[in-house]
Nanobody, 123 residues
Framework: VQLQASGGGLVQAGDSLRLSCAAS????????VGWFRQAPGKEREFVAA????????VYADSVKGRFMISRDNAKNTVSLQMNSVKFEDTAVYYC?????????????????WGQGTLVTVSS
C-alpha cells in the first residue's frame, strides 16, 4: 500500500488546515490509519488514528478538541482537519496504515508510511 500525504502549507496561528492521505489501493479500507508528526529536532509523535470502519478514533492530548480525523473508504482517503492551529503544531505530518483494523498510538504498529507533508504555523 502506498500512501500520499498532502495539504500542508504555511498558515497563521488560529487558522484551519486540512490534510489528506490518499492510498494506492482499496485494501487501505481494511486497515486502521494514523497521523503522526515530527517537528525539527524532535521525535516522531502520534497525532490521531481511526479504525477501519471509522467508528472509533483516538487523539493525542495536545490536539484533542482541535483536530479531527475522518475517512472515506469509497475514495481510499483519510483526512485530518486541523482547527485553531498553534505554533507548536509546526511539523512534518505523516500518514500511516496498520496491517489490522484497530487503531493504536504506537508508530511501531504501523506498516505503511507516506512521505510526509510540511505544516508551518506562524505565530
Amino acid at each position: 500500500v502506498q500512501l500520499q500525504a498532502s495539504g500542508g502549507g504555511l498558515v497563521q496561528a488560529g487558522d484551519s488546515l486540512r490534510l489528506s492521505c490518499a492510498a494506492s489501493e482499496r485494501t487501505v479500507s481494511w486497515r486502521a490509519v494514523g497521523w503522526f508528526r515530527q517537528a525539527p529536532g524532535k521525535e516522531r509523535e502520534f497525532v490521531a488514528a481511526i479504525t477501519r470502519s471509522g467508528t472509533s478514533t483516538v487523539y493525542a492530548d495536545s490536539v484533542k478538541g482541535r483536530f479531527m480525523i475522518s475517512r472515506d473508504n469509497a475514495k481510499n482517503t483519510v483526512s485530518l482537519q486541523m482547527n485553531s492551529v498553534k505554533f507548536e503544531d509546526t511539523a512534518v505530518y505523516y500518514c500511516a496504515a496498520r496491517g489490522t483494523p484497530a487503531a493504536t498510538m504506537d508508530p511501531n504498529e504501523y506498516v505503511y508510511w507516506g512521505q510526509g507533508t510540511l505544516v508551518t504555523v506562524s505565530s
